[in-house]
Nanobody, 128 residues
């Protein structure tokens, strides 16, 4: 499994945008599928989006579909989460995670237990 590092969080007004980055520290993502999750205070960690390193297949949670876009940068070995039209309810710590399960690269994975490597998280705060 690959250690991950997130960056790009911050404070933004409602309607604004942020672009989060996820980098594999010291290694490449290889054949991993990369997912984004978030956890608000007092809430469980929830799925946000995922992208397959092979084929670039993407999936989104209903709450983020149409506003968030996940993409990969093979040259820089990074995955991004572009977040537009942000809402106060998007406030959370955002985590990226990597899965080496083959079925995740084909079907996408939404469950925490399917991801073996996690970053430390980056705080996103959306003010109203």
């Amino acid at each position: 499994q690959v250690p991950l590092v997130e960056s790009g969080g911050g404070l933004v007004q409602a309607g604004g945008s942020l672009n989060l980055s996820c980098a594999a520290s010291g290694r490449t993502f290889g054949r991993d599928t990369v997912g984004w999750f978030r956890q608000a205070p007092g809430e469980e960690r929830e799925f946000v989006a995922t992208i397959s390193w092979i084929g670039g297949i993407t999936q989104y949670a209903d709450s983020t579909k149409g506003r968030f876009t996940v993409s990969m940068d093979n040259a820089n070995n990074a995955v991004y989460l572009q977040m537009n039209s942000l809402k106060p309810e998007d406030t959370a710590v955002y985590y990226c995670a990597a899965s080496s399960y083959e079925h995740c690269s084909v079907y996408g994975c939404h469950l925490l237990r399917e991801y073996g490597s996690w970053g430390q998280g980056t705080q996103v705060t959306v003010s109203s």
